[in-house]
């Protein structure tokens, strides 16, 4: 990351929230801005760049959904959602529309503070790397070859393709639909068992426990990530 | 034909009178004899009515003429001083015969009141010793079918609805012209079809049941040949048969009416109570969160009387105070779930859901306080996926964990037990606490139970009865049983299959 400190944008209709999270995010070294609307939302993201939006899904004026697929037609920067638990649909809207992650209310100051960091590490993250590596787990994207603690590991096609997506987009919350859509195309974005099975499958080949996943997150209800 | 038998006993008592008279005729003075003819038309006037006892009137006079007056055996008459005993006799005769008749006739009435009075009784008694309004309803239909021989029905209105047939004898048909007829005696509480002039052609008659509160209902009687009508006295009858069911039917829905009163009253004290125990538990969490956000502001604050709180103590504050705020936020949760589930807007996105993940899931947002607690998973080989909500089915496991780490001493495994059955997919927690009383086992997923235990009641007592409507609208079932060693172990049932949507996604 460069010296510079980064900016977030912080997007809520909620007085007090927006000023809790200014006063967290400060905290922590970052510039702040705030919007109250959906509208306030796009004009400051188009005029401060910020690295950062976060975004809270229930705004006055317009859907958060409605924000994300706007802002997604010209930028890539990273947008993690702020949602309460009753709308889950709205979440996994905003995730398909291009959210790269979800934070449900209420949420702690460091859980936000490490998807902060996830985001901005895999924003400034120039190109993919040949190899990626976290804990024991291996991926060699070169070779297609997966080794867990050394060890070599066979997956299906499917399994890797999963694997490889997850990869790609590390510490990202990928829906369902997404993968499903990657992987089998749009004729199978609704066959979750699909996925249920593969992932299931994928867990026990490289997972320690697979009762305890520690590679491929749940999302439960909306997805899967992979920890970054 | 009974009439012309008495008419023939009254014809044979003039002759018993004749044949009486005929031995003792020598010994005494014709006009005499009259009298044994006056006895015999009292005696028919008496027991055989008003006609035979005027024919034995004129049977005597005659007979009196042609066998004791001379000349005998011819009505001629001699001696014309006899035609004052004949005018007497015949008068006298037929005054006798309509007094005794009136007499006759007043005792027959008696007795019909008598029989009329002891069926009111007798339904009365029956009304007393019945427990409920059908029952009651039942009795009115039994004494008045019994008692006037005719098809009978009851419509009573349900609270608030129509008319309702609630007892009839089997074979009594509604069809439109009768509800008209009804419907206007329940309206203008008076009695209207067959033998009224309204809607006279109906095939019953429908008698208002009166009551000082307004109609409680209509009470209906039908002939068994089409045209029979009551007598007055019948009516009279039905009258009263009425004014009983009226009564009858008054008392009961007064009785409904005090028992409702009742349950409301008790509902209204519980929901106080449980309003009491969700502002205490909730607000418990809320007054350490301000208590320790007030000591750092005022610490920050800084002026004389300032708190001094070093490193150890604050962190201690505040871990107290993000604890405690997990604590309120799952309190919230659970009311919230316990709202949506009750009020029917809970929907469920079913999908094949894979029990391993949603386990993992599920202890991976496990409390604080229980996060370390050691879990040991056994999930049977090749589990189907099962179709479920996972977010819910999440939740579920979570409150069922909760528990388990809640009631049991800190350290003690808990054992999850995974496998697949007849069709369903069983999930067993169990946990080494100190289990539930066998007669309480049943009760754990009520609404707001809490083990009646010191120091061990945090929480609102809804977590089990959330799962238990979670666990339902899967189409599955939960149950808690204790374990031999102590603990308790509850068993989440799921159906393999959901018929509907084999495989499908939402």
Redo the contacts between chains.
């Keep these: 990351m460069n010296d510079q400190p980064a900016n977030i944008l912080v997007v809520d209709d909620e007085k007090p929230i927006r000023r809790f999270l200014r006063a967290s995010l400060q905290g922590h070294g970052y510039t702040v801005f705030e919007a109250g609307s959906g509208q306030e939302a796009i004009q400051e993201a188009t005029g401060r760049r910020p690295d950062v939006i976060i975004l809270d899904l229930g705004l006055p004026d317009m859907d958060g959904t409605e924000v994300t697929r706007q802002l997604r037609e010209w930028t890539k920067v990273p947008i993690i959602v702020l949602s309460v638990r009753d709308h889950e649909s709205d979440k996994i809207a905003a995730l398909d529309a291009g959210a790269d992650d979800y934070l449900t209310k209420p949420f702690g100051v460091g859980e936000l503070m490490a998807r902060i960091r996830v985001n901005l590490r895999r924003a400034v993250k120039t190109e993919d790397e040949p190899v990626f590596e976290i804990g024991g787990l291996q991926v060699d994207l070169s070779h297609r070859l997966v080794t867990v603690n050394g060890k070599g590991v066979d997956l299906t096609p499917n399994e890797y393709d999963i694997l490889r997506l997850l990869v790609h987009n590390p510490g990202k919350v990928l829906t369902h639909r997404q993968i499903l859509h990657e992987i089998w195309g749009l004729a199978y974005e609704t066959e979750s068992h699909l996925l249920r099975v593969n992932i299931s499958n994928l867990r026990h080949k490289i997972e320690a426990d697979p009762n305890r996943p520690e590679y491929i997150l749940t999302e439960p209800g909306v997805g899967y990530r992979l920890r970054y | 034909m009974a009439s012309i038998l008495r008419y023939l006993e009254s014809l044979g008592l003039v002759a018993m009178a004749t044949l009486l008279g005929t031995p003792i005729r020598a010994l005494l003075h014709p006009t005499n004899l009259v009298m044994l003819y006056m006895a015999a038309v009292v005696i028919a006037a008496f027991f055989l009515g008003r006609g035979p006892a005027m024919l034995a009137s004129f049977l005597s006079v005659f007979a009196f003429d042609y066998f004791y007056v001379d000349p005998r055996l011819s009505f001629t008459v001699a001696d014309t001083e006899y035609l004052v005993t004949f005018t007497g006799l015949l008068v006298v005769g037929l005054v006798v015969s309509g007094l005794a008749a009136r007499v006759r006739e007043q005792l027959q009435a008696l007795r019909e009141r008598e029989r009329q009075v002891e069926a009111l009784n007798a339904l009365s008694r029956d009304l007393t010793s019945a427990v409920n309004l059908d029952a009651m309803l039942q009795a009115v239909v039994r004494h008045v079918n019994q008692t006037l021989s005719r098809e009978v029905v009851v419509l009573i209105p349900r609270p608030g609805g129509p008319l309702e047939r609630r007892a009839s004898t089997t074979d009594f048909m509604l069809d439109e012209s009768e509800l008209g007829a009804i419907h206007w005696a329940f309206e203008h509480s008076e009695t209207a079809g067959m033998g009224t002039n309204i809607f006279p052609n109906a095939k019953a008659r429908y008698v208002p049941l009166k009551t000082m509160r307004g109609v409680m209902g209509i009470l209906g009687v039908r002939p068994r040949q089409p045209g029979r009508f009551l007598t007055s006295a019948q009516r009279q009858q039905l009258e009263g048969f009425a004014n009983l069911a009226a009564l009858a039917v008054e008392r009961a829905s007064l009785a409904e009416e005090a028992n409702r009163a009742q349950v409301l009253g008790e509902a209204e004290k519980l929901q106080t109570a449980l309003l009491n125990s969700i502002s205490h538990d909730l607000r418990t969490p809320l007054v350490s969160i301000q208590g320790v956000l007030d000591s750092l502001l005022e610490m920050e604050e800084g002026g004389e009387n300032a708190v001094v709180l070093d490193r150890e103590a604050r962190l201690d504050m505040l871990e107290n105070a ?1 604890e405690e ?1 997990t604590r309120l ?1 799952r309190l919230v ?1 659970n009311l ?1 779930d316990m709202t ?1 589930l009750e009020s029917g807007t809970l929907k469920l ?1 079913l ?4 029990l ?6 599920a ?3 496990l409390d604080d306080p229980y996060k370390n607690r050691p879990v040991n ?1 056994h ?1 049977a080989e090749n589990l189907p ?1 099962i179709p479920m ?3 819910l089915m ?1 939740q579920v496991l979570i409150n069922l964990l909760d528990n388990a780490a809640k009631y049991s001493p800190p350290g003690a495994p808990i054992e999850i037990n995974v496998n697949c059955l007849d069709g369903k997919a069983l999930v067993r927690i169990a946990d080494r606490g100190q289990g539930v009383p066998p007669s309480e086992l049943e009760r754990v997923f009520d609404k707001f139970y809490r083990l009646n235990r010191p120091g061990q009641a945090k929480g609102l007592g809804l977590g089990l009865s959330i799962c238990k409507g979670i666990v339902e609208a899967h189409g599955g079932r939960i149950w808690a049983e204790n374990r031999p060693g102590g603990g308790m172990l509850v068993t989440v049932a799921l159906p393999v299959e959901d018929a509907g949507r084999r ?4």
């Design positions: 993000r705020t936020n949760e919230l949506r996105r999908e094949p859901g894979d391993q993940d949603v386990i993992g899931s202890l991976a947002h998973v999930m996926l909500d996972f977010v999440e495989g499908g996604a939402r």
